[in-house]
């Protein structure tokens, strides 16, 4: 099964931007790239997916290397309520999870 | 609203005890999952379906059954035969596998 590889936390002050990478170096040519954010006692929610090509939404945006190894998701201007353990994950039939880099945000 | 909904959000089991847990969603999608988490842990897959009448194992099934009987809905029963069922339940569903997953809000299991 496909594996990602991601730091076990990050800090970074508010209104700053914030790069999480995740390393993917067995990815298929099929698999897309899928980041999911979770807080406290609650569900996953979906952040962002791509392919190929960088992606943006109103969430963040999502950087996929040329040789799709690794992707890096940006926020452009981390706020207190981004402060979440994110999922970088590959989006093959038995999607695995890992532990996540858990993101620290200081005021 | 589309969602997915699980119920309840807290449930207490004595030794010996099967219990089920309930996933239902509105969103038409084909396949569900069930996820089990333990404190400080990502998130590991207990068994999913891609589609009616059709389910697979994860990696932990052991203990586990699912059924899907209904697009809607794949509930999760705990049987006693899991030796270890204290964790936090998530469900999800996607359009299809492999497509971006919706979660539910989860389900706390305990043991008395």
């Known amino acids: 099964d496909a594996k990602t590889t991601q730091p076990n936390s990050m800090e970074s002050n508010e209104e700053e931007p914030v790069h999480l990478p995740c390393n993917h170096s067995?990815?298929?040519?099929?698999?897309?790239i899928h980041w999911y954010r979770q807080l406290p006692s609650q569900g996953p929610e979906y952040v962002i997916h791509?392919?190929?090509s960088n992606v943006n939404n109103r969430m963040a945006s999502l950087a996929i290397a040329e040789d799709r190894k690794s992707s890096t998701l940006i926020l452009h201007r981390a706020t207190l309520r981004d402060a979440a353990v994110y999922y970088c994950?590959?989006?093959?039939?038995?999607?695995?999870f890992g532990k996540g880099t858990r993101l620290h945000i200081l005021p | 609203d589309g969602g997915i909904t699980q119920s309840p959000k807290y449930l207490f089991r004595k030794e010996g005890q099967n219990v089920t847990l309930s996933c239902e969603q509105n969103?038409?999608?084909?396949?569900m999952y069930w996820y089990r988490q333990d404190p400080g842990q990502g998130l590991r897959l207990i068994y999913y379906?891609?589609?009616?009448?059709?389910?697979q194992k994860g990696d932990i099934a052991e203990g586990y059954s699912v059924s899907r009987e209904k697009k809607e809905s794949f509930p999760l029963t705990v049987t006693s035969a899991q030796k270890n069922p204290t964790a936090f339940y998530l469900c999800?569903?996607?359009?299809?596998?492999?497509?971006?997953?919706?979660f539910g809000d989860g389900t706390r299991l305990s043991i008395l």
């Open positions: 791509g392919l190929t």
């Open positions: 969103l038409n999608h084909d396949a």
């Open positions: 999800a569903s996607s359009a299809w596998t492999g497509t971006p997953q919706h």
């Open positions: 067995t990815i298929s040519g099929t698999d897309y």
């Open positions: 994950i590959l989006g093959d039939d038995k999607i695995i």
């Open positions: 379906s891609q589609i009616v009448n059709d389910f």
